[in-house]
């Protein structure tokens, strides 16, 4: 999966490996270590999918013509990939689409209260979800 989000954000414009982490965990709540970006990054560079631009102590990734073939690829043989998978992975493949997918929300929910605690708000953190919990039970409950 972190090849295919890799290819994916690359589609959107250059980033660095940084760019890349901080933004999987802007939008699905998890954070992929270096130690597997980087080494991705670079295996991505020498199969010709990516291209490096070097700018002072960072480097630039863009995807390759080829890298573009391959995300389309990906997103082709996603709908195989659904049939023989479950529940819980079929709404990530159809979440990696979808920006505004509801499967986004909940990781970056779980990601901000964690933070939240860390930061010694984990009452308040827990109080709005709660009213979020009850408020949704009211419209569920509406009909």
Do not use: F, H
């Given at each position: 999966m972190l090849r295919a989000w890799?290819?994916?954000?690359?589609?959107?414009?250059?980033?660095?490996?940084?760019?890349?982490?901080?933004?999987?965990?802007?939008?699905?709540?998890?954070?992929?270590?270096?130690?597997?970006?980087?080494?991705?990054?670079?295996?991505?560079?020498?199969?010709?999918?990516?291209?490096?631009?070097?700018?002072?102590?960072?480097?630039?990734?863009?995807?390759?013509?080829?890298?573009?073939?391959?995300?389309?690829?990906?997103?082709?043989r996603r709908k195989e990939w659904l049939r023989e998978l479950g529940i819980k992975e079929q709404a990530v493949w159809k979440a990696f689409d979808d920006p505004h997918h509801p499967m986004l929300l909940l990781p970056r929910m779980a990601h901000l209260v964690r933070e939240a605690f860390s930061k010694g708000k984990g009452r308040e953190a827990f109080r709005i979800l709660e009213e979020a919990r009850d408020r949704l039970a009211e419209l569920v409950e509406e009909g």
């Open positions: 890799v290819l994916k954000l690359l589609s959107e414009g250059e980033k660095t490996g940084y760019e890349i982490i901080k933004e999987m965990e802007k939008r699905i709540g998890w954070q992929p270590s270096p130690g597997s970006v980087y080494p991705l990054l670079q295996m991505l560079g020498e199969e010709g999918l990516l291209s490096p631009r070097p700018a002072g102590n960072k480097v630039y990734w863009s995807l390759t013509p080829e890298g573009q073939r391959c995300l389309d690829e990906l997103r082709e």
